[in-house]
């Protein structure tokens, strides 16, 4: 019995390294030069020079980007090298963790504002309609990202290198704020909602466009900017549920000791919701081109 349990747990670790290894080369690669064309697409076409929608969009890629390099990059060299930069560098470990919490929830923030754009560009009430604007959308941006580093501090504070879990929060009532707040509000429930409530009022905004008197293009512009923010969405809640569920439980759950087939399984779903969470940031471009080129 044992030694079949043994076994289960050798394969399942035989596979979570390459998982891990193959899919941090695939996104980040893959990501990178997704990101950069949205970026070179919605700044430099006329027909989405100017227009808010596609500067969210700009400005989710670059942060995109900046998710992609942090996670990528790092776990390249601690799954194919087993070297861990922020278990060395006390610097680093902080660097690493406030970019990661500014770029990622910039990102999370910049896809509301998309979907409350779509909203209102698609609203039949004409006041809704101009309060669109470029100017607001680039005050919503400046707002998003002072804001996320000034919310960053405390990661900045709080994090240290710990014996036993690496960079990690040192501080409890910092911990029960990430746990509670944080992860669950803040990185979940809460833009999770934002966007998918207003996008499907967009979506739903958009079947009426027709009866607008709107010139053609910018009835066609309308629409396809409403099902590119929609799409975006539904990948956004599809890959948080799993991931976010995975962390609440890791984060609950008691630690994982002498019993190798249970932390091989619990290795597993941390590297598939994790792969899952993640590809969020280098997929995401391509479904904006598919749903362009269509």
Not at 221 to 236: H, P
Request: hydrophobic letters at 50%; proline letters at 3%; glycine letters at 4%.
């Amino acid at each position: 019995m044992e030694e079949s349990i043994s076994a289960a747990s050798r394969i399942i670790l035989a596979v979570v390294r390459p998982l891990l290894i193959y899919s941090s080369y695939i996104c980040l690669i893959c990501g990178l030069i997704g990101n950069m064309l949205n970026i070179m697409i919605f700044g430099f076409l006329k027909v989405f020079r100017g227009n808010p929608s596609s500067f969210y969009l700009i400005v989710e890629s670059f942060a995109n980007c900046g998710v992609l390099l942090n996670v990528y990059v790092l776990r390249i060299l601690s799954s194919q090298f087993n070297i861990d930069l922020t278990r060395n560098s006390i610097i680093l470990c902080k660097i690493r963790t406030v970019e990661l919490e500014i770029t990622v929830m910039v990102s999370l923030t910049t896809i509301c504002c998309e979907a409350l754009d779509q909203y209102l560009v698609t609203s039949h009430d004409i006041a809704c309609r101009q309060s669109s604007t470029l100017k607001l959308a680039q005050r919503m941006t400046l707002i998003n990202v002072v804001a996320w580093i000034l919310h960053s501090i405390p990661f900045a504070i709080f994090y240290e290198i710990l014996p036993s879990t690496g960079c990690d929060i040192a501080n409890k009532y910092f911990s029960l704020y990430f746990c509670i707040v944080y992860l669950s509000l803040l990185n979940g429930l809460v833009p999770l909602v934002v966007s998918l409530v207003f996008s499907a009022f967009a979506y739903r905004n958009v079947r009426r466009i027709i009866r607008r008197q709107v010139s053609h293009i910018r009835r066609r512009l309308d629409r396809q900017m409403t099902a590119i923010v929609f799409s975006r969405v539904v990948l956004l809640v599809s890959v948080s549920i799993p991931f976010g569920a995975y962390l609440l439980y890791s984060i609950n759950a008691p630690p994982v000791t002498g019993n190798a087939l249970l932390s091989a399984i619990d290795q597993l779903c941390s590297a598939v919701t994790s792969t899952l969470f993640y590809m969020n940031y280098a997929v995401s471009d391509y479904i904006v081109h598919a749903i362009s080129i269509h």
